[in-house]
Antibody
C-alpha cells in the first residue's frame, strides 16, 4: 500500500524559505495528484496546494504568492517551498495523495496522508 | 474563519447516534457531490472516512455514513463507541478556485 513520509528542517528563521519533501513508497507517483496541507498547533487544517505527476499545480489563493510545489518522478518525491515565512507559518505540515476526477481535476478526497512534520518559525 | 461551517463540538453516549453538519454554499457543497470527511486523533494524521458525500473506503466501519441536503453535508456516527472520540473535518471541492475548502473541525466527545 502507498505510504507517504515528509522530511525537512524542523526549525526555520523568519523571512527565510521553508522547504519540505514528501517521499512516496509502495506505489508510483505517476497517475495521481499530490497535495500539501498544514495545521497550526491547536487549530484546523489548511489547504496549501497540489501538483500532478506531470507538473500541473493549484495553490491556495491566500498563499499563492509564496508557495511553490514541484515533483521529481525519478525519485518518487514531491516538494514544498514556502518563502518569507513568519511565526504564523508554524504548523504541522502534511503531504497526501489526492483522488480526482476530470480535467481540470475536481478533488474528491485526500488519502493516504503522511504522518506530518512540525515546522517552527523562530529566530 | 473557515469556508465550511461545522459545530465546534458534538457529544453523545455510547450506543447513541450523532450527526455533524458541514454548511457551505452554492459554489461548493450545494453544487457538487465532492464532500469528504476525515477523522483525526490528537497528534495523528487525518484519516479518510467518507468520500463523495456517502461512500466509505474499505476498512471504515459502516457505523459511519454521510449525506447531503442543499448546501449542508452531514456525517452520522451510529452506535457511538469510545474509539470514535476524535476531531472530524469536512472538505468540499469548490468552483471558486477549482480546489477545496475546509471545515473548521468538530470535536466529538463520547460521554
Amino acid at each position: 500500500q502507498v505510504q507517504l513520509q515528509e522530511s525537512g528542517p524542523g526549525l526555520v528563521k523568519p523571512s527565510e524559505t521553508l522547504s519540505l519533501t514528501c517521499t512516496v513508497s509502495g506505489g508510483s507517483i505517476s497517475s495521481y495528484y499530490w497535495s500539501w496541507i498544514r495545521q497550526p498547533p491547536g487549530k484546523g487544517l489548511e489547504y496549501i496546494g497540489y501538483i500532478s505527476y506531470s507538473g500541473g499545480t493549484n495553490y491556495n489563493p491566500s498563499l499563492s504568492s509564496r508557495v511553490t510545489i514541484s515533483v521529481d518522478t525519478s525519485k518518487n518525491q514531491f516538494s514544498l517551498k514556502l518563502s518569507s515565512v513568519t511565526a504564523a507559518d508554524t504548523a504541522v505540515y502534511y503531504c497526501a495523495r489526492l483522488g480526482t476526477r476530470g480535467v481540470p481535476p475536481a478533488i474528491l478526497w485526500f488519502g493516504p496522508w503522511g504522518q506530518g512534520t512540525l515546522v517552527s518559525v523562530s529566530s | 474563519q473557515s469556508a465550511l461551517t461545522q459545530p465546534a463540538s458534538v457529544s453523545g453516549s455510547p450506543g447513541q447516534s450523532i450527526t455533524i453538519s458541514c454548511t457551505g454554499s452554492s459554489s461548493d457543497v450545494g453544487s457538487y457531490n465532492y464532500v469528504s470527511w476525515y477523522q483525526q486523533y490528537p497528534g495523528k494524521a487525518p484519516k479518510l472516512m467518507i468520500y463523495e458525500v456517502g461512500n466509505r473506503p474499505s476498512g471504515v466501519p459502516d457505523r459511519f455514513s454521510g449525506s447531503k441536503s442543499g448546501n449542508t453535508a452531514s456525517l452520522t456516527i451510529s452506535g457511538l463507541q469510545a474509539e470514535d472520540e476524535a476531531d472530524y473535518y469536512c472538505i468540499s471541492y469548490t468552483s471558486r478556485s477549482s480546489s477545496v475548502v475546509f471545515g473548521g473541525g468538530t470535536k466529538v466527545t463520547v460521554l
